[in-house]
């Protein structure tokens, strides 16, 4: 079983920063893809920020430029590193993986962690 286990989450002031990290239980190099998510309150789960095992990555436009997406290969650990923050990125954050198993790719969530900003 592939475990995904996420951290950094808090409250921060409108402006300050956070660094989100995502653990994960097998070699960074059998995730194909990895991605952050959110859902606030009250709203659908939308993409955050996108990275592929090349490094490629993508980001949604409310966060380019805000957030950045990276990954630590010798901690099997992709990170989000948000600044910048504004009150509309509270939301819990989780994070999802494809990797690939045996019989094929297959995804996983974490558990998330949330993230609020306020003053």
């Known amino acids: 079983q592939v475990q995904l286990v996420e951290s950094g989450g808090g409250t921060v002031q409108p402006g300050g920063s956070l660094r989100l990290s995502c653990a994960a239980s097998?070699?960074?190099?059998?995730?194909?893809?990895m991605g952050w998510y959110r859902q606030a309150p009250g709203k659908d789960r939308e993409l955050v920020a996108t990275?592929?095992?090349?490094?490629?990555?993508d980001y949604a436009d409310f966060v380019k430029g805000r957030f950045t997406i990276s990954g630590d290969n010798d901690k099997n650990t992709k990170y989000l590193q948000m600044n910048n923050l504004k009150p509309e990125d509270t939301a819990v954050y989780s994070c999802y993986a494809i990797v690939a198993r045996h019989w094929g790719p297959q995804g996983y969530w974490g558990q998330g962690t949330q993230v609020t900003v306020s003053s």
């Open positions: 097998v070699s960074i190099f059998s995730i194909n893809a």
């Open positions: 990275i592929t095992n090349s490094g490629d990555t």
